[in-house]
């Protein structure tokens, strides 16, 4: 029965690897993609060929075992078989719940973090287990775990978030200053010792980083590159600044493209040969535990794991097919493309939808920060400071505004100094034996490069800095969740033995399950989901044509919004008031988006177009004033229900519900005028607008006079003619809305001038 526990403790180490494989690569995908996808240097099927060979070069050169894994965290002479495989366990259900869970979020977090902590955590579990069963001191702690290790692992984590960021932005400054927004127009010497550049970090990564340790490299050229690294290094510039001028000069290729692809080429590689481990490592040094202690024919509570010091090296084809696993989920996986967006997105040149709220930490830092480039400007000679401003300067190309998506998030520049400084600052750090995350490296080269090249501004600079500190505390809340949790689940299996992992699996597959369901879920839901539509016609017959189904969808949304905010309050039921408001909030969001938009659709008018903006600004600001009644009517109810106040009278609600049903026609009959584009059915409505709001009126008075002789709830009272006195706000909002489309769609021919 015994040797049966630790065989189906192997097989789940073996399907959970798979698991982290998946989830991992989902979440790594991040470090070698950004740049690539960001700059739309060279097409996305081309980009994920690329990353495919490298990952595949990468995992068959990779250099083996995770040390760590074996005897980076604790001392194995400590623990016995029976205890390692616990550990073990722990680790590994642990890892995959963790990592998937930031996958779900969009959110990149390090592999390497959560697996030291997870190693960390369930270490220290099982050693405090042993210390108080031979009724020892917590002092001894020390014996069990590798305490140096671990120190310097999170002083490493502290420093690479710090000096990835500074240097990303102080190369890519200086970059910008040398090379400017107009790199094209610059003579091919630049391009060349840039690429010269460039290129010698990505190769020196590749050999430093990527097949250090591997039979891949003779011994010779190890051993020049790590005894005359500074000739190698030179030589290497020398020779890539001749074949950059060349293959620019005469082949007429793009350098910076080139860059993007050998860098994408050598980070994804690198990836494979070093944080593959951080997956198979820990699985595969349980099934090499249990190969030792199998043919000791020791008990499994008194075999000494002191054999896990020695170096194995990882069968190749276990390598091999951990690489296959990796290929498929990087072209299938739609969470690695969350992940990846989130990245793009905070280090986007222009401005945009922004995914992070600011916060009062991000707009303190803006603000300081602000302070101190003025008084910075104010001490550089003004010369200096417009020469510096002219190297900034974008080149203005007109794009069409249907065309504005698909420009890239940042230019050929920013995408090779992202690359360039991660893989120099990952193989300076690898030569030196220092440790660090690939993870946070990149993420925080591009955040750096981004703030350097001006991409941070005022209208976008809280937003960002909101969410680079949500990541980095992400960062942080992987590693003492990992440590957490992976200590609760080793006590857990230590208590509980086969049953409490048999739990443990079913649950972690279960999340797991519904994790991917709900992603999934949410994707389709994204792409079916109706959205207001930004403005691209340049003429008021073109507008009104085009916007029509915008007012439609607004009728429609404001219908459901409107029903559900009655409904809900009639019914007391917080869950419908509920669906209410956050329909609203999404409708008030998006109209809040077309409003932002206002700046680019007046820049990009032509100049006999130029009142078709008066129009398209009224028209928002009456579907504003609309979301606004409908926001107001949905959180008054939702704040008296979920405050258990009073239900409201039957009277109350009788005359709610009719309200409801005349605004409900009303809605329907604009959305059926906006979906056909049958304007000149909106006069007789305009004609009934003080019918309307006579009936509003006539309730209003009804409740005055009930108040007067039987009301005896004054937070009664104050809703409904709060909801009555929106309601007709709401109608006006309406009717406004309506009436400059039925106004200037009469015309068949309408002058610019008219609305001037």
Same mark, same amino acid.
């Given at each position: 029965?015994?040797?049966?526990?630790?065989?189906?403790?192997?097989?789940?180490?073996?399907?959970?690897?798979?698991?982290?494989?998946?989830?991992?690569?989902?979440?790594?995908?991040?470090?070698?993609?950004?740049?690539?996808?960001?700059?739309?240097?060279?097409?996305?099927?081309?980009?994920?060929?690329?990353?495919?060979?490298?990952?595949?070069?990468?995992?068959?050169?990779?250099?083996?075992?995770?040390?760590?894994?074996?005897?980076?965290?604790?001392?194995?002479?400590?623990?016995?078989?029976?205890?390692?495989?616990?550990?073990?366990?722990?680790?590994?259900?642990?890892?995959?719940?963790?990592?998937?869970?930031?996958?779900?979020?969009?959110?990149?977090?390090?592999?390497?973090?959560?697996?030291?902590?997870?190693?960390?955590?369930?270490?220290?579990?099982?050693? +405090?287990?042993?210390?108080?069963?031979?009724?020892?001191?917590?002092?001894?702690?020390?014996?069990?775990?590798?305490?140096?290790?671990?120190?310097?692992?999170?002083?490493?984590?502290?420093?690479?978030?710090?000096?990835?960021?500074?240097?990303?932005?102080?190369?890519?400054?200086?970059?910008?200053?040398?090379?400017?927004?107009?790199?094209?127009?610059?003579?091919?010497?630049?391009?060349?010792?840039?690429?010269?550049?460039?290129?010698?970090?990505?190769?020196?990564?590749?050999?430093?980083?990527?097949?250090?340790?591997?039979?891949?490299?003779?011994?010779?050229?190890?051993?020049?590159?790590?005894?005359?690294?500074?000739?190698?290094?030179?030589?290497?510039?020398?020779?890539?600044?001749?074949?950059?001028?060349?293959?620019?000069?005469?082949?007429?290729?793009?350098?910076?493209?080139?860059?993007?692809?050998?860098?994408?080429?050598?980070?994804?590689?690198?990836?494979?040969?070093?944080?593959?481990?951080?997956?198979?490592?820990?699985?595969?040094?349980?099934?090499?535990?249990?190969?030792?202690?199998?043919?000791?024919?020791?008990?499994?509570?008194?075999?000494?794991?002191?054999?896990?010091?020695?170096?194995?090296?990882?069968?190749?084809?276990?390598?091999?097919?951990?690489?296959?696993?990796?290929?498929?989920?990087?072209?299938?996986?739609?969470?690695?493309?969350?992940?990846?967006?989130?990245?793009?997105?905070?280090?986007?040149?222009?401005?945009?939808?922004?995914?992070?709220?600011?916060?009062?930490?991000?707009?303190?830092?803006?603000?300081?920060?602000?302070?101190?480039?003025?008084?910075?400007?104010?001490?550089?000679?003004?010369?200096?400071?417009?020469?510096?401003?002219?190297?900034?300067?974008?080149?203005?190309?007109?794009?069409?505004?249907?065309?504005?998506?698909?420009?890239?998030?940042?230019?050929?520049?920013?995408?090779?100094?992202?690359?360039?400084?991660?893989?120099?600052?990952?193989?300076?750090?690898?030569?030196?034996?220092?440790?660090?995350?690939?993870?946070?490296?990149?993420?925080?080269?591009?955040?750096?490069?981004?703030?350097?090249?001006?991409?941070?501004?005022?209208?976008?600079?809280?937003?960002?800095?909101?969410?680079?500190?949500?990541?980095?505390?992400?960062?942080?809340?992987?590693?003492?969740?990992?440590?957490?949790?992976?200590?609760?689940?080793?006590?857990?299996?230590?208590?509980?033995?086969?049953?409490?992992?048999?739990?443990?699996?079913?649950?972690?597959?279960?999340?797991?399950?519904?994790?991917?369901?709900?992603?999934?879920?949410?994707?389709?839901?994204?792409?079916?989901?109706?959205?207001?539509?930004?403005?691209?016609?340049?003429?008021?017959?073109?507008?009104?044509?085009?916007?029509?189904?915008?007012?439609?969808?607004?009728?429609?949304?404001?219908?459901?919004?409107?029903?559900?905010?009655?409904?809900?309050?009639?019914?007391?039921?917080?869950?419908?008031?509920?669906?209410?408001?956050?329909?609203?909030?999404?409708?008030?969001?998006?109209?809040?988006?077309?409003?932002?938009?206002?700046?680019?659709?007046?820049?990009?008018?032509?100049?006999?177009? +130029?009142?078709?903006?008066?129009?398209?600004?009224?028209?928002?600001?009456?579907?504003?004033?609309?979301?606004?009644?409908?926001?107001?009517?949905?959180?008054?109810?939702?704040?008296?229900?979920?405050?258990?106040?009073?239900?409201?009278?039957?009277?109350?609600?009788?005359?709610?519900?009719?309200?409801?049903?005349?605004?409900?026609?009303?809605?329907?009959?604009?959305?059926?005028?906006?979906?056909?584009?049958?304007?000149?059915?909106?006069?007789?409505?305009?004609?009934?607008?003080?019918?309307?709001?006579?009936?509003?009126?006539?309730?209003?008075?009804?409740?005055?006079?009930?108040?007067?002789?039987?009301?005896?709830?004054?937070?009664?009272?104050?809703?409904?003619?709060?909801?009555?006195?929106?309601?007709?706000?709401?109608?006006?909002?309406?009717?406004?809305?309506?009436?400059?489309?039925?106004?200037?769609?009469?015309?068949?021919?309408?002058?610019?001038?008219?609305?001037?």
């Amino acid at each position: 029965m015994g040797e049966n526990i630790y065989l189906f403790m192997i097989i789940a180490l073996a399907v959970l690897a798979i698991t982290d494989l998946v989830v991992g690569v989902s979440n790594d995908a991040v470090n070698f993609l950004n740049s690539a996808i960001g700059s739309k240097a060279i097409s996305f099927r081309t980009i994920m060929i690329v990353a495919s060979i490298g990952i595949a070069f990468g995992a068959i050169s990779s250099s083996g075992m995770m040390e760590v894994a074996r005897k980076g965290i604790f001392n194995p002479g400590e623990f016995v078989f029976a205890e390692i495989m616990i550990v073990f366990m722990a680790v590994m259900i642990t890892d995959i719940l963790l990592l998937d869970f930031f996958n779900t979020l969009g959110m990149p977090t390090s592999t390497t973090v959560s697996i030291v902590f997870e190693l960390l955590g369930a270490a220290v579990a099982i050693s +405090i287990v042993k210390i108080y069963a031979d009724d020892g001191s917590i002092s001894d702690l020390a014996n069990y775990i590798n305490t140096d290790k671990a120190t310097e692992i999170i002083l490493g984590i502290l420093l690479s978030v710090v000096v990835a960021f500074t240097i990303g932005a102080i190369v890519q400054f200086l970059s910008r200053i040398l090379i400017s927004f107009k790199f094209n127009e610059k003579p091919k010497w630049y391009g060349a010792v840039f690429g010269g550049v460039a290129i010698t970090g990505i190769i020196y990564f590749i050999l430093v980083k990527g097949l250090k340790g591997t039979s891949i490299l003779p011994a010779e050229i190890t051993e020049f590159i790590a005894t005359q690294a500074s000739l190698f290094i030179l030589i290497n510039f020398v020779f890539w600044t001749l074949v950059s001028y060349i293959v620019s000069a005469f082949l007429k290729w793009n350098i910076y493209t080139l860059i993007i692809v050998l860098g994408t080429f050598a980070l994804a590689m690198a990836f494979a040969g070093n944080d593959l481990v951080n997956f198979i490592g820990v699985p595969l040094a349980a099934l090499e535990s249990f190969i030792s202690w199998k043919s000791s024919g020791i008990l499994p509570t008194e075999f000494n794991m002191k054999g896990l010091s020695a170096a194995v090296q990882t069968p190749t084809y276990l390598l091999l097919l951990s690489g296959v696993v990796m290929i498929i989920t990087l072209w299938f996986s739609s969470k690695a493309k969350s992940v990846v967006k989130t990245s793009v997105d905070l280090s986007r040149q222009d401005e945009g939808d922004e995914r992070f709220e600011p916060n009062f930490l991000s707009r303190q830092i803006v603000k300081y920060t602000i302070r101190a480039s003025e008084n910075l400007s104010g001490i550089i000679p003004k010369v200096v400071q417009d020469k510096i401003d002219k190297q900034f300067e974008k080149p203005y190309v007109y794009i069409p505004k249907s065309k504005v998506k698909d420009l890239p998030a940042f230019d050929l520049v920013r995408a090779s100094v992202n690359l360039m400084v991660a893989s120099v600052l990952i193989s300076l750090a690898t030569s030196m034996k220092l440790p660090l995350s690939t993870t946070y490296v990149t993420f925080m080269v591009a955040m750096g490069s981004s703030l350097a090249d001006r991409a941070w501004g005022p209208e976008s600079a809280v937003y960002r800095v909101a969410g680079v500190l949500n990541v980095i505390g992400g960062w942080f809340f992987t590693a003492f969740s990992a440590f957490t949790a992976a200590a609760i689940i080793a006590y857990f299996i230590h208590l509980g033995g086969i049953f409490a992992i048999g739990a443990l699996l079913i649950l972690a597959f279960l999340l797991i399950g519904k994790n991917y369901l709900s992603h999934s879920k949410k994707m389709k839901e994204t792409k079916l989901e109706e959205k207001l539509q930004r403005a691209e016609s340049n003429t008021i017959i073109g507008l009104i044509e085009e916007s029509a189904s915008n007012i439609a969808l607004s009728m429609k949304r404001g219908n459901k919004i409107y029903t559900q905010s009655i409904d809900g309050l009639a019914k007391h039921d917080i869950d419908t008031l509920k669906k209410g408001k956050k329909g609203i909030n999404k409708l008030d969001k998006e109209v809040e988006d077309l409003r932002n938009n206002i700046f680019y659709f007046i820049k990009n008018l032509d100049e006999s177009s +130029i009142g078709t903006s008066n129009f398209y600004i009224t028209a928002l600001s009456y579907l504003q004033d609309m979301t606004q009644s409908l926001e107001y009517i949905s959180k008054a109810g939702y704040k008296h229900v979920h405050n258990n106040h009073k239900r409201l009278r039957f009277n109350q609600i009788k005359d709610l519900k009719e309200t409801e049903s005349y605004v409900e026609d009303l809605f329907k009959s604009i959305q059926e005028i906006f979906e056909n584009k049958r304007f000149e059915k909106l006069t007789p409505l305009l004609m009934n607008r003080q019918e309307l709001l006579n009936k509003l009126d006539a309730k209003i008075a009804k409740q005055v006079e009930r108040t007067r002789s039987d009301e005896s709830s004054p937070k009664n009272t104050a809703l409904y003619f709060s909801l009555l006195l929106e309601t007709k706000d709401l109608l006006t909002a309406i009717m406004n809305l309506i009436e400059i489309y039925e106004k200037y769609s009469n015309s068949k021919v309408v002058s610019s001038s008219t609305f001037l």
